[in-house]
């Protein structure tokens, strides 16, 4: 197995890279975003099984590595940290993260984590069902009732006619249309929409919503499920 551990700490990682080699992983350290991102470009060595992300990095926040790490990659990514809040967590999670781990933990279960989200990843690389390895961002254009989303030039088209929307309003509504009649709780969409947690930004997605309903002039589309999230509902007509 090969890891990528990306930890500032040079003792740190010291410690955590000796004892995952007597484990037979093989790791690579990177100190920051930047260079853990340099590190995950394809090249001619073999591609990296797991990422060990800490959040406090010293170039840029470990939550907007994460996100950056998924929209071009697939790699399995565990979150080790020491913040142990539920928003972090959650924060994490919506944002791609395959585990989250709280520091101090104990070796052992973080080696079982690796083996665990690697041999979910080989199990869905093995798995026809899983696709060809094609994420949903790569479908060009999403067509429900009369509307159509072009995910490429971030256009929406309702009955023919081009809607006007702001930058937050197209990725709200391409959240919800990745998987029509499904809810998405208000958590998740805060965190991949406005790459932040919950506290605070409530009201804002409201407004967003509300205007999405308003510019597309269905406002029965994104459905309000009371106490959860939102949902979009495919016209029938």
């Known amino acids: 197995m090969r890891l990528l551990l990306v930890e500032d700490d040079d003792r740190v990682a010291a410690a955590l890279s000796a004892v995952l080699a007597k484990h037979g992983i093989d790791v690579a350290h990177a100190r920051g975003g930047e260079e853990a991102l340099r590190a995950l470009l394809p ?7 797991v990422v060990l992300l800490d959040l ?9 590595v994460c996100s950056r790490i ?16 539920v928003r972090s967590r959650i924060h994490g999670l919506n ?3 395959d585990d989250y781990v709280v520091k101090p933990y104990d070796t052992g279960e ?12 080989a199990a869905e690389d093995r798995d026809p069902a899983a ?7 790569a479908r060009r254009t999403v067509r429900f009732g009369p509307v159509a989303i072009e995910t490429a030039t971030r256009q929406v088209v309702v009955g023919g006619a081009q809607v006007a929307l ?11 249309a990745q998987r029509p009649g499904v809810v998405f709780r208000r958590e998740q969409i805060i965190s991949e929409v406005w790459r932040t947690n919950w506290e605070g930004t409530g009201r804002t997605l409201e407004v967003h919503v509300a205007s999405l309903r308003a510019k597309l002039g269905l406002p029965a589309l994104i459905e309000t499920v009371r106490g959860v999230g939102y949902r979009l509902v495919v016209p029938t007509d």
């Open 56 to 64: 406090g990095l010293p170039d840029q926040d470990g939550f907007e």
């Open 95 to 97: 944002l791609g993260a």
């Open 43 to 49: 090249d001619d060595g073999p591609p990296f099984d």
């Open 110 to 121: 973080l080696l079982a984590r690796i083996h665990a989200v690697s041999r979910r990843r």
């Open 166 to 176: 702001t930058r937050k309003e197209f990725d709200l509504l391409a959240l919800l």
């Open 131 to 137: 696709g060809t390895g094609e994420t949903e961002p």
């Open 70 to 85: 998924r929209r071009g990659s697939r790699t399995p990514v565990i979150m080790v940290t020491a913040r142990a809040d």
